[in-house]
């Protein structure tokens, strides 16, 4: 059974620094792992999707990484704004059409 | 409109209602899916469907009945709720007969069991 968890659960840090985003899951035979953000309250907004062939994918001042053998992965966030505070999550396939998600990792950028 | 629309964002029910929560998808996905988050636990499926059969059915309770009229419209209808099914509702849609494909979400639809 795949099993995902996030370290940290919780992070605080001020505005401009970079920071980094773990994600862990049990069984490494994933087609893709996708990471999320979601704002309190509200539904989950797609930030960026790995493919099992790919290593690392890019948008703005994200980048998330892929090591399908360690069973991780890895959300950089460079130069963090008080804009980014939300509730970072990763999903990765299960059997039949499921996904299984993170607990999620709350993150607090400071003015 | 874009995306995946929910409605109502907001529900607040007696245990003793029926009401509806309506998803609607406009990225020509063929997946459609339901998920539950409550507060501190991660999100929990609930129903699947892809190309309007239902797919995956995670064990929940019959008190939620789904149903998918076509690839674009999703709902779950709701009858005899307890008030530990108060939650965060989620509608999902992807590309694909297998889980290989992008999730796109809803808003969400928050509800309140009396």
């Known amino acids: 059974k795949q099993e995902v968890t996030q370290i940290p659960a919780a992070l605080s840090v001020p505005e401009g620094e970079n920071l980094v985003l773990n994600c862990s899951f049990t069984d490494s035979a994933i087609y893709n792992l996708q990471w999320f953000r979601q704002d309190p309250g509200k539904g989950l907004t797609s930030l960026l999707l790995i493919q099992s062939s790919q290593r690392e994918q890019t948008s703005g001042r994200l980048n998330a990484s892929l090591d399908k053998s360690s069973g991780r992965s890895t959300l950089y966030i460079a130069a963090s704004q008080p804009g980014d505070s939300a509730t970072y999550l990763c999903?990765?396939?299960?059997?039949?059409?499921?996904?299984?998600f993170g607990p999620g990792t709350r993150l607090s950028v400071l003015p | 409109e874009t995306g995946v629309t929910q409605t109502p964002r907001h529900l607040v029910m007696g245990m003793t209602n029926k009401k509806s929560l309506k998803c609607e998808q406009h990225?020509?996905?063929?997946?459609m899916y339901w998920y539950k988050q409550s507060a501190k636990k991660p999100l929990e499926l609930m129903f699947v469907?892809?190309?309007?059969?239902?797919?995956e059915n995670n064990s929940v309770p019959s008190r939620f009945s789904p149903e998918c009229p076509n690839s674009s419209h999703l709902f779950l209808h709701l009858h005899t709720l307890q008030p530990e099914d108060s939650a965060l509702y989620l509608c999902?849609?992807?590309?694909?007969?297998?889980?290989?494909?992008?999730?796109?979400f809803g808003e969400g639809s928050r509800l309140t069991v009396l």
């Open positions: 999903a990765v396939p299960n059997y039949g059409q499921n996904f299984v």
């Open positions: 469907y892809s190309l309007e059969e239902r797919v």
């Open positions: 990225l020509g996905h063929n997946a």
């Open positions: 999902a849609s992807s590309q694909g007969t297998t889980n290989t494909g992008e999730l796109f």
